[in-house]
């Protein structure tokens, strides 16, 4: 059992950065792939960026590349997703998720999940 708890989020302008965290409880964080999701209201939810469990693995969906970043610190039991040059579109409500399983990286079936922190970004 994994639990996940995600801290960050906020009210920001267009261009600003934010940096969005996830803790993981449990001992064997590092036996999990990671990723971060992000529902927007009226719209599906969807793979914004995942990690391998050594963090040698990323994806990101094409509409972050360039701006998001994510990592992972198994010390600390906790995955971060650095968001740059944000844009009104990013708003949605992100959340972080957790798979033992060994899939793509772009999967979007995952095990565990936290119960999101919202991301307003302004025009």
């Known amino acids: 059992q994994v639990q996940l708890v995600e801290s960050g989020g906020g009210l920001v302008q267009a261009g600003d950065s934010l940096r969005l965290s996830c803790a993981a409880s449990g001992r064997t964080f590092s036996g999990y792939a990671m990723g971060w999701f992000r529902q927007a209201p009226g719209k599906e939810r969807e793979l914004v960026a995942s990690?391998?469990?050594?963090?040698?693995?990323?994806y990101y969906t094409d509409s972050v590349k360039g701006r998001f970043t994510i990592s992972r610190d198994n010390a600390k039991n906790t995955v971060y997703l650095q968001m740059n040059s944000l844009k009104p579109e990013d708003t949605a409500v992100y959340s972080c998720?957790?798979?033992?399983?060994?899939?793509?990286?772009?999967?979007?079936?995952?095990?565990?999940w936290g119960q999101g922190t919202q991301v307003t970004v302004s025009s």
């Open positions: 998720a957790a798979r033992s399983s060994s899939l793509l990286l772009s999967t979007t079936s995952y095990d565990y």
């Open positions: 990690i391998s469990r050594t963090g040698n693995g990323r």
